[in-house]
Every structure is written in structure tokens, then in C-alpha cells.
């Protein structure tokens, strides 16, 4: 039972134009959603997070969305460009108590064309 | 400030051998976690220490996996024996506590083919 969908296993953009990355959970208790961004052979790495209390949130060139009625989130990258060629993962968890456990989708590799 | 690193980068065995992976968390980080990334999916948490004790282990294999942190600072995962679909990349990552809001970082990972 996958909690956490990334039904797009790949996306392909123009520099310069909109990426958007989405994600959808059925786990209507997760409240609190990260990005993370994995290039070839490295650990992924933290990208930007949302809480369930907020809908936007927005680091520079990164805004992730949230719409908790539709228990889905998007990632929009805007201008695109080449260096952000990576697969992208969508994280969701639970609060409370010690247990911060991430529940990851199946990624989404990005290619941004030059 | 040095990230989680891990050790070895690679590994092939053959099924039933063992196998030990190895992590140094960032420094100061309390909590530490170790995922398995099977190719093609997302990362599942295996295992997460709390300093030296174990927060949430309910998806690792205890028949055959386990894993220590000793003194609550660096820690290993062991896989005996192995089988072919333990093959996977193996995440080592810490975060400074626990809770939403606390990301964690995570090392380059072991990557383990099981033959």
C-alpha cells in the first residue's frame, strides 16, 4: 500500500520554463511535506517542506503547494534550468511523539533541457 | 561541517554471505536512520536510533538484519544472510532531533548487489 504517489516517473522541461512535480498521499494524518532532490549516485538532499497548516510555501526559485482537501502537493521550479536535472522525491510524515519517520514516493526524474 | 558519510560505497556478495555497513552521522546529530532504496522506488525507513537507542525498527527484516549505535554516535547494519532481493542502495542519514521540522541529511549510500 503505497501512501506517498509520484505517478509521474518522468518529467522533461525547457530551461528557462515551469517545472511542476506532483504528489499525492492517502494518508489523511500526514502533516508535514518535504522535498528532496537526488542526483546520480549521492543521497538525496533536502530541498524545501511544507506543514499541514500552511498552503504555499516558497524558498527563491522553489514553491511547493498544498491542498489538503485533495491530499496533494506540487513542486514548482521556476526558471528551470540545467543543473536542476535530478529525480525528485516527495516525503511525507507524522507528528507527534519521537517517531519522525519519512514516507517517501517513487521519485520523479527531472530533465531540464539547455 | 562534514555530512553523514558511509563506507563502503559498494559491495558485491553472493547470497547467503554477510555483509556490514557502516555510518558516521553528522556531528551532534541525535537521531540517525537507516533506509533501503530498492531501484525504481523511494527510500523505506529500516531502522531509526534515538541517540543509542531504537525509536522504530518495525520495517527491518529481524531474521536477518540488524543494527547497532554503539555510544549513540556511529553505527552499523549487518545482513546475514543475504538474499538477492537485499540488493539495493543503503541509506545512512541523521537528523539534529526528531519531529517535523527537523530534516535529515543523508550520506552518498552503500550500494549492494546480492549475486
Known amino acids: 500500500d503505497q501512501q506517498v504517489k509520484q505517478n509521474s516517473p518522468s518529467l522533461s522541461v525547457q530551461e528557462g520554463r515551469i517545472s511542476i512535480l506532483n504528489c499525492d498521499y492517502t494518508n489523511s494524518m500526514f502533516d508535514y511535506f518535504l522535498w528532496y532532490k537526488k542526483y546520480p549516485a549521492e543521497g538525496p538532499t533536502f530541498l524545501i517542506s511544507?506543514?499541514?497548516?500552511?498552503d504555499k510555501n516558497e524558498d527563491g526559485r522553489f514553491t511547493v503547494f498544498l491542498n489538503k482537501s485533495a491530499k496533494h502537493l506540487s513542486l514548482h521550479i521556476v526558471p528551470s534550468q540545467p543543473g536542476d536535472s535530478a529525480v525528485y522525491f516527495c516525503a511525507a510524515s507524522l507528528s507527534g511523539g519521537s517517531n519522525y519517520k519519512l514516507t517517501f514516493g517513487k521519485g520523479t526524474l527531472l530533465t531540464v533541457n539547455p | 561541517e562534514a555530512g553523514v558519510a558511509q563506507s563502503p560505497r559498494y559491495k558485491i556478495i553472493e547470497k547467503r554471505q554477510s555483509v556490514a555497513f557502516w555510518c558516521n552521522p553528522i556531528?551532534?546529530?541525535?537521531?540517525l536512520y537507516w533506509y533501503q532504496q530498492i531501484l525504481g522506488q523511494g527510500p523505506k525507513l529500516l531502522i531509526q536510533?534515538?541517540?543509542?537507542?531504537?525509536v522504530d525498527d518495525s520495517q527491518l527484516p529481524k531474521d536477518r538484519f540488524s543494527a547497532e549505535r554503539l555510544k549513540g554516535v556511529d553505527s552499523t547494519l549487518k545482513i546475514q544472510p543475504a538474499k538477492l532481493e537485499d540488493s539495493a542502495v543503503y541509506l545512512c542519514?541523521?537528523?539534529?532531533?526528531w519531529g517535523r521540522g527537523t530534516e535529515a541529511f543523508f550520506g552518498q549510500g552503500t550500494r549492494l548487489t546480492v549475486v
Open positions: 542519514a541523521s537528523s539534529l532531533g
Open positions: 511544507i506543514s499541514s497548516i500552511k
Open positions: 556531528s551532534g546529530h541525535a537521531t
Open positions: 536510533f534515538q541517540n543509542n537507542g531504537v
